[in-house]
């Protein structure tokens, strides 16, 4: 609260300087110390810090303290609102001729460091002070023209018209900034020519509509046991973007299939984050996205500097569901897909920012979440009961912003991998990207008991990238890593990767030692968008299921992947380069006699016919097709998805 109301502070100083302020020595000397000493109450923190304002003001009321001591300067003491109302004027208009515009330092406890140098930021505290710098001079011309008895004697000029410049300008402080940030918003990022991105095209392209699909068509039979919905969340523009960088920037939708008695219906609906309503409102797209970082029209936008996306993952959380992104809060959704507002655990006073992908113990039920974030605290972990009360939250301390997506748990550890996609948030005057990776900056792990969250690292590893991990598990002091590796990070994935496609990894953890290593599980098949049997998360287990596609193969995945850890064999279930296909869910049986006994469920897009189907697949067997949901529509391709049983 100090920092919002820093400036209104720096002026404190004056008005009591005004207000004990006498035509005598006494009187300056009085009102001197007492300005002194309020500066040094109210601006300690500024002081410590250099501020423009603060020390000037604390000079000039030394200053004129010994005015009233030896009387050099007789017309400060007999013309006092004269005196004071020039001296804050000229010491705004010295700020700007020594190039410090004394709002630029107020507003940089406000805004992060990376945007000190951005000419936008500059441009506005440049007009800011010009701003102050012409109410404060307007406000001092009346003491300066009006004779000092009757100035003094006159409650209007003595306070009114003082009074109504200082609320005048805090009013257009505000409203200014504003202006100009709306201004560089519709004359550079709302000039751009439409965006061109293949993430916007063929399966990927967005759909507007909300439909409720029943009693859609079955090719085969759904088994009598599978009750329940499967929902899959992901990137869909509501409004042609400015630029798109996918899968980071576009609107959450979430797809629904239900499965009830043999029969099937589909149902979709946006994610009604708050920016997404301001835009609906607007009837246009008020945001730049992650690759063009630009403040939006404040006056469309309200508090939504940064639009909520929740358009990565949708999970069941207590009777209700969460539609989660990166570094935004997540929404909270009800069961007829309804966006009910940000999530806020019961915990929790402000909205909760958690990332997009969690880890359920299956035997403690305790489930963990993370975030990270872009200017704050690096990497925060928390624990959840299995009741799904809050509790703990660790701070991990970090010397870098960095992208993280995923995490890993076992019986004993929470694992994080934090690999080189950094945020450029220090000293960054607009040359470098805002986000981007650094193949120079080697891997760390992170390493976090669960017993006392007492934190280890392991450093220095050649540096990748993993969007998405399978699972791990401890076996004889090590841990063990399954993971889809990429080299390195490439924003669009697929775009650039055909020299190092990511592949499936397997790292091995050494906590003897605390070393690390990786092996390639199999470099034929380029892989990602792993599951497993969610059963035995943190445990030992032998399959994984992937999303993939022959190293030949152009286009988007066309293959379902099952991998067997112990034997190193592959089963797959490929339907050509006509199909692409999303993230396969596995659902268990309701009484396993394996850790594959169960279905696999995903989405298909038909590119000739642009249409999609939902398809269920023996996970014991995936060459075996249970049966095929038609569905009139084309779902866009998204990224991850749950199964919530109707049992």
């Known amino acids: 609260m100090h920092k919002k109301l820093a400036i209104f502070f720096g002026f404190i100083p004056w008005i009591v300087f005004s207000e004990f302020y006498t035509p005598t020595s006494k009187g300056i000397i009085e009102a ?48 006092p609102s004269a005196v004071i109302n020039l ?50 001079t307007i406000s001092a011309l009346p003491s300066v023209f009006i004779p000092q008895q009757i100035y003094s004697a006159s409650w209007f000029w003595g306070y009114g018209f003082n009074g109504g410049c200082l609320v005048l300008a805090f009013y257009l402080n505000r409203k200014m900034r504003d202006w100009i940030v709306a201004r560089n918003f519709w004359q550079s990022v709302a000039k751009l020519p439409p965006v061109k991105s293949s993430y916007l095209e063929g399966g990927f392209r967005p759909v507007y509509d909300e439909v409720e699909l029943d009693d859609l068509e079955i090719l085969g039979v759904i088994p009598s046991g599978l009750n329940g919905r499967y929902l899959r969340n992901g990137p869909n523009p509501y409004f042609t973007p400015y630029t798109y960088t996918y899968p980071i920037d576009g609107d959450g939708m979430i797809h629904q299939i239900t499965l009830q008695n043999g029969k099937a219906s589909y149902k979709n609906a946006f994610v009604q984050t708050k920016g997404l309503q301001a835009e609906i409102k607007a009837g246009k797209a008020l945001y730049g996205g992650i690759a063009l970082p630009a403040p939006p029209d404040p006056g469309l ?24 992104y990166e570094t935004t809060p997540a ?11 940000e999530w806020q655990p019961e915990d929790s006073k402000v909205p909760f920012p958690v990332n997009a992908h969690h880890r359920i113990d299956p035997v403690t039920g305790q489930i963990y979440m993370f975030k990270y974030e872009v200017f704050g605290t690096p990497l925060s972990i928390y624990e959840f009961s299995k009741d799904y009360e809050l509790i703990k939250t660790i701070n991990i301390p970090k010397t870098r912003h960095t992208m993280i997506h995923d995490l890993l748990i076992t019986q004993n550890y929470i694992v994080v991998f934090d690999m080189p996609a950094v945020f450029n948030v220090a000293n960054n005057d607009g040359s470098k990207p805002f986000f981007e990776y650094k193949p120079e900056i080697p891997v760390s792990i992170i390493l976090i008991k669960r ?33 889809v590796f990429h080299q390195r990070l490439y924003l669009n994935p697929g775009g650039h990767e055909e020299d190092a496609p990511p592949a499936l990894y397997r790292g091995t953890i050494n906590l003897d030692n605390k070393s690390y290593s990786h092996e390639c599980l199999n470099n034929e098949w380029i892989v990602e968008f792993p599951n ?50 999303g993230e396969a869910t596995f659902i268990p049986v309701s009484n396993p006699f394996g850790e594959d006994d169960g279905y696999l469920v995903f989405f298909i897009y038909h590119k000739q016919e642009d249409r999609s189907d939902f398809v269920i697949l023996n996970a014991r067997d995936i060459g075996q097709e249970i049966a095929k949901i038609k569905l009139p529509r084309r779902v866009p391709h998204g990224l991850h998805g749950s199964w919530i049983s109707a049992c």
């Open 32 to 79: 001197s110390m007492a300005a002194l000493l309020t500066t040094v109450v109210f601006d300690t923190r500024e002081l410590k810090k250099g501020f423009w304002l603060p020390w000037a003001s604390l000079i000039y009321f030394c200053l004129a303290a010994f005015n009233g001591i030896v009387g050099i300067f007789p017309f400060a003491i007999t013309h």
């Open 87 to 136: 001296a804050i004027a000229g010491i705004v208009w010295l700020s700007l001729l020594v190039r410090q515009p004394f709002t630029l330092q107020y507003a940089k406890e406000e805004v992060d460091a990376a945007f000190w140098k951005n000419p936008l930021f500059l441009k506005i505290n440049w007009q800011l002070t010009l701003m102050w710098a012409i109410m404060l």
């Open 301 to 324: 936008v309200g508090s939504e500097e940064n639009k909520s996306l929740a358009s990565i993952h949708v999970i069941k959380w207590q009777d209700k569901l969460l539609a989660l």
């Open 331 to 341: 929404y909270l959704l009800d069961n007829q897909l309804n966006t009910l507002g």
């Open 451 to 483: 017993c006392d969250y007492s934190i280890t690292t392991i450093d220095n590893i050649p540096s990748f990238f993993v969007y998405h991990f399978v699972n791990a598990y401890e076996e004889n002091n090590r841990i063990i890593v399954d993971m």
């Open 532 to 581: 497993y049997n969610l059963a035995y998360c943190g445990q030992k287990y032998q399959y994984g299921y992937l999303a993939a596609k022959s190293g030949s193969d152009k286009g988007g995945f066309n293959t379902i992947m099952k991998y067997d850890f112990n034997s190193n064999k592959i089963q797959v279930a490929n339907w050509g380069e006509g199909v692409e296909v």
